[in-house]
């Protein structure tokens, strides 16, 4: 086991307040912890949509960049023809993205009650099929 001598004892108490205030400094500049956001109004609901790749897919991502024109959402019982469009966060996107996890791409507060579907409108020049469009 190892004993610290008085010298020691001196450059580990400088290194432990170098270590702190780099530490408070660098909270100072990047915080991590915010204020949560506020609870949405009475009778709404935060909807966030993300793209994912389904698990066990297997095959080459597409190049280049996929753009996103629209997302819409459908409420349950509204007419065939009637959907919500969601406004995006993110117009486009890189396939290669979804190997690392998600890519969000809305991020909304909606009036509370059953939606049965979404759909997802990529570009006409995107090399990804779109299976459902408007």
Same mark, same amino acid.
């Given at each position: 086991?190892?004993?610290?001598?008085?010298?020691?004892? !001196?450059?580990?108490?400088?290194? $432990? %307040?170098?270590? &702190?205030?780099?530490?408070?400094?660098?909270?100072?500049?990047? @915080?991590?912890?915010?204020?949560? @956001? #506020? #609870? =949405?109004?009475? +009778?709404?609901?935060?909807? &966030?949509?993300?793209?994912?790749? @389904?698990? $066990?897919?297997?095959?080459?991502?597409?190049? !280049?960049?996929?753009?996103?024109?629209?997302?819409? &959402?459908? *409420?349950?019982?509204?007419?065939?023809?009637?959907?919500?469009?969601? @406004?995006?966060?993110?117009?486009?996107?890189?396939?290669?993205? %979804?190997? !690392?996890?998600?890519?969000?791409?809305?991020?909304?507060?909606? =009036?509370? $009650?059953?939606?049965?579907?979404? *759909?997802?409108?990529? +570009? $006409? *020049?995107?090399?990804?099929?779109?299976?459902?469009?408007?």
């Amino acid at each position: 086991m190892a004993q610290a001598t008085p010298g020691m004892r !001196g450059r580990i108490s400088i290194a $432990g %307040l170098v270590a &702190l205030v780099i530490h408070l400094a660098a909270s100072a500049v990047f @915080p991590s912890h915010i204020s949560p @956001p #506020p #609870p =949405p109004p009475p +009778g709404h609901g935060q909807l &966030l949509v993300r793209l994912v790749r @389904p698990g $066990g897919e297997q095959g080459r991502l597409p190049e !280049g960049q996929v753009p996103v024109e629209a997302i819409g &959402l459908h *409420r349950a019982g509204a007419p065939a023809g009637e959907w919500v469009r969601l @406004p995006l966060i993110r117009t486009e996107f890189c396939p290669q993205e %979804l190997l !690392g996890g998600q890519v969000w791409v809305a991020d909304v507060l909606l =009036p509370a $009650g059953e939606y049965d579907q979404i *759909r997802v409108h990529v +570009g $006409g *020049r995107s090399q990804v099929p779109a299976k459902s469009g408007y």
